[in-house]
């Protein structure tokens, strides 16, 4: 795994794939599940990243994996992080927080502050609308070419967003701050 440039952190910004409308009978918001098309997306999308990120394009070449991946605890993004996940050689540390499950960005942001600062790179795996604010908001302002291309590309189900934040300890990442290293939506061509 190539280490994050020196002096900075790497944030991996996920959101959950294309969901059912419906909840389960009994069920609520939190149980809802991948949609046939969220689970082809998901899984494409591992699919790409399995074996060192290759398939995820040159942007991302020495970019460091994440090694924790802190994960809402719904059915949805539980599912979404499997699915993208699961090929990998060295699979991230899934971290399942309740917490996470309604985080505005704000919240979000203080999860990612806690983390350790052993650990460069690091995932989010989230619900909108909080992923969309938070891949529009960790941007800084004199990232033109990261703002443009957010703004192009949004933030859709089974997003991923790659954010380089210019600090050494996660504590000191802050909005507005982040260069954009890459953005990807589905469908994800596999070569």
Not at 24 to 44: E, I, M, Q, T, Y
Not at 48 to 76: F, K, N, Q, Y
Not at 87 to 98: C, F, G, I, M, V
């Amino acid at each position: 795994m190539a280490a994050s440039p020196k002096g900075s952190r790497t944030l991996w910004l996920l959101r959950h794939a294309k969901t059912v409308t419906d909840p389960p009978p009994g069920g609520s918001d939190f149980d809802r599940v991948l949609a046939p098309r969220g689970r082809r997306d998901a899984a494409a999308l591992g699919r790409l990243w399995a074996g060192h990120g290759e398939g995820l394009g040159r942007a991302l070449r020495g970019v460091p994996l994440p090694a924790i991946a802190l994960v809402s605890p719904a059915a949805r993004t539980a599912a979404t992080a499997e699915l993208v996940l699961a090929d990998l050689a060295e699979p991230p540390e899934r971290r399942l927080d309740d917490e996470l499950y309604g985080a505005d960005p704000d919240e979000v942001l203080a999860f990612v502050r806690g983390l350790p600062d052993r650990v460069d790179s690091a995932m989010v795996v989230g619900h909108n609308p909080t992923a969309h604010s938070l891949s529009q908001g960790l941007l800084a302002p004199r990232d033109k070419k990261g703002r443009s291309l957010a703004a192009r590309h949004g933030f859709p189900t089974c997003a991923l967003g790659v954010y380089a934040f210019p600090v050494t300890r996660w504590a000191d990442v802050e909005a507005g701050t982040a260069r954009l290293v890459a953005i990807m939506a589905p469908p994800y061509a596999e070569d």
